[in-house]
C-alpha cells in the first residue's frame, strides 16, 4: 500500500501543478517595478503620494519603494480522522499599493513585513474553508487542481480588497495512510483511494508492458546494428582483401615493367652493338664498293668510247636516211597545199553565197515587214474603234518578228558550222 501511496500523490501533485499554471496564466497582477511613494514633511504640512515623473527629491521629502516581496508560506492539514495529509504550499508574490501605504503611512518601512504577519493567518483559514469541503472522494479522481485555483482566486481577492495586489499560486499534495479500519463517514473516500491505486497499478503494468516491448525492441534493434556492423566489418574486410590484392597485382606489374624494361636496354645494347659490327662491315664493303667502282668506270669510259664512235657512224647513216626524208616530205607537203588552196578557194565561194543569201533573206523579209506595216497603219487611222482587228494585226507582226528572230537564228547556226566543217577538211 505504501507503493500505491506514492504514485496516487504523485498524481495529485502533477494535477495540482498543471492548474495551478491555469490559474496563473488568468490572473493579472498589475506589478510596477518602480513604484514609490513620497512623504513629505515640513513643518505642519505633511502629505503622502506617489512618486511622478520627473521627481526632484528635496530635503523635507522621504521616499519609500513599494516593492514586489516573494513570500512562500506552508502547512498541513488532516482530512478524515487523520487517513489523508495534505501539504500546503502557497507562493505569494505581492506588492503594496498608494492606497495601502495611506492607510499605514507609520508603518512605511515595514509594509511588507506587515503584511506577511497580518494576513498569514487570513489566507490558510481560507484554504482550510476549502479543504473542509472535500466531504467526498471525487477529489481523488480529478485530482485538487480545481481547490487550487479557487483557493489562489480567494487569496487574491481578499488581498486586492485589502489594497495589495498579488499573484498566488497554491499547490496542494495529499498523502495517504495506511488503510485503517473503514468508517462510514469516509467509506467513499477509501473506496475512492482503492479504484485510483487500481488505476494506477493499471497504468503501471500497462507502462510496463510498454517499457519491455520498448526493450524487445531496443535489443533487436540492437542486434540489427549488430549484425549490420558485422556485415560493414565483413565488407570492409573484403575490401581490404581486394586492396590487397589490387596491391599484389600492381606490385606483379611493376615487376613485370621493370623486367621489360630491363628486357629493352639489353635489347637497346645489343642493337647498338650490332649496329656497330653492321657500321664496320659496311666501311668495309664500301671501300670494296669503290675499288669496284672504280675498276667499273674504266670499264664503262671505254664502252663509252666505243658507243660515241658507234653513234657517231650511225649519225651519219641516219643523216643520210633524213635527206631523203625530206625531200619524199617536200614533194608531199608541195601536193597538199595545192589541195588545201582548192578546199579553201571552195569554202570561200561558199561563204560569198550564204551572206549573199541572207542578204536577199533580209532584204525580202523588212520589204514584206514594212508593206504590212504600212497597211496596218493605214487600217488603224481608217478603224481605230475595230480594236480586235488592230490586236489581230499586232499578234500576226509578232508572229513575223519572231519568225525573223528564227532565221537569223539559223543563219547563225549556219555560220558558226561552216569553220568546223573546213576545219574538217583541212585535217
Request: hydrophobic content about 35%; overall charge negative; aromatic content about 8%.
Amino acid at each position: 500500500m505504501n507503493n500505491s501511496k506514492t504514485e496516487i500523490d504523485s498524481w495529485l501533485m502533477t494535477l495540482s501543478t498543471e492548474n495551478g499554471d491555469d490559474i496563473n496564466n488568468v490572473w493579472e497582477s498589475g506589478f510596477e517595478v518602480d513604484r514609490q511613494v513620497v512623504h513629505s514633511k515640513f513643518g505642519p504640512y505633511n502629505k503622502l503620494f506617489l512618486r511622478p515623473e520627473g521627481f526632484v527629491k528635496r530635503f523635507y521629502h522621504t521616499v519609500y519603494p513599494l516593492s514586489i516581496e516573494e513570500w512562500q508560506c506552508k502547512d498541513q492539514a488532516k482530512l478524515y480522522d487523520g487517513f489523508c495529509t495534505i501539504d500546503i504550499v502557497l507562493d505569494v508574490r505581492f506588492q503594496p499599493t498608494y492606497n495601502y501605504a495611506v492607510s499605514n503611512m507609520e508603518i512605511l518601512t515595514e509594509l511588507n513585513e506587515h503584511i506577511k504577519n497580518a494576513y498569514h493567518d487570513v489566507a490558510f483559514d481560507l484554504v482550510n474553508r476549502e479543504l473542509l469541503n472535500l466531504s467526498d472522494g471525487a477529489w481523488v479522481q480529478e485530482g485538487l487542481g480545481k481547490s487550487e485555483k479557487r483557493i489562489c482566486s480567494a487569496i487574491n481577492e481578499m488581498l486586492i480588497l485589502q489594497n495589495i495586489q498579488s499573484e498566488v499560486s497554491c499547490k496542494l499534495t495529499p498523502r495517504f495512510e495506511e488503510f485503517p479500519d473503514v468508517q462510514f463517514a469516509k467509506e467513499s473516500v477509501y473506496l475512492s483511494v482503492l479504484k485510483k491505486s487500481f488505476e494506477f497499478h493499471e497504468q503501471e503494468r500497462e507502462e510496463l508492458f510498454r517499457q519491455q516491448q520498448r526493450q524487445e525492441k531496443q535489443k533487436i534493434e540492437q542486434r540489427r546494428r549488430q549484425l549490420q556492423q558485422i556485415n560493414e566489418m565483413a565488407e570492409l574486410d573484403r575490401q581490404r582483401q581486394a586492396l590487397l590484392a589490387e596491391n599484389n597485382k600492381f606490385l606483379l606489374e611493376e615487376k613485370a615493367d621493370q623486367q621489360l624494361d630491363q628486357f629493352r636496354v639489353k635489347k637497346r645494347i645489343h642493337a647498338d652493338k650490332t649496329e656497330h659490327i653492321s657500321q664496320l662491315k659496311g666501311i668495309d664493303l664500301a671501300a670494296s664498293i669503290k675499288n669496284k667502282e672504280k675498276e667499273q668506270a674504266l670499264f664503262r669510259e671505254n664502252e663509252q668510247r666505243e658507243k660515241v664512235e658507234l653513234i657517231a657512224h650511225q649519225a651519219k647513216l641516219k643523216e643520210k636516211e633524213l635527206a631523203a626524208e625530206i625531200a619524199e616530205y617536200e614533194a608531199e607537203q608541195a601536193s597538199w597545199r595545192e589541195a588545201k588552196d582548192k578546199i579553201h578557194a571552195e569554202n570561200l565561194d561558199l561563204k560569198h553565197k550564204q551572206k549573199q543569201l541572207e542578204f536577199d533573206t533580209d532584204v525580202g523579209y523588212k520589204k514584206r515587214y514594212e508593206v504590212q506595216r504600212l497597211a496596218m497603219q493605214e487600217e488603224s487611222y481608217s478603224a481605230r474603234k475595230k480594236a480586235d482587228v488592230y490586236l489581230k494585226r499586232e499578234i500576226e507582226l509578232l508572229e513575223l518578228e519572231k519568225q525573223r528572230l528564227a532565221l537569223q537564228l539559223s543563219i547563225k547556226e549556219v555560220k558558226g558550222r561552216q569553220p568546223d566543217n573546213t576545219d574538217d577538211k583541212e585535217a
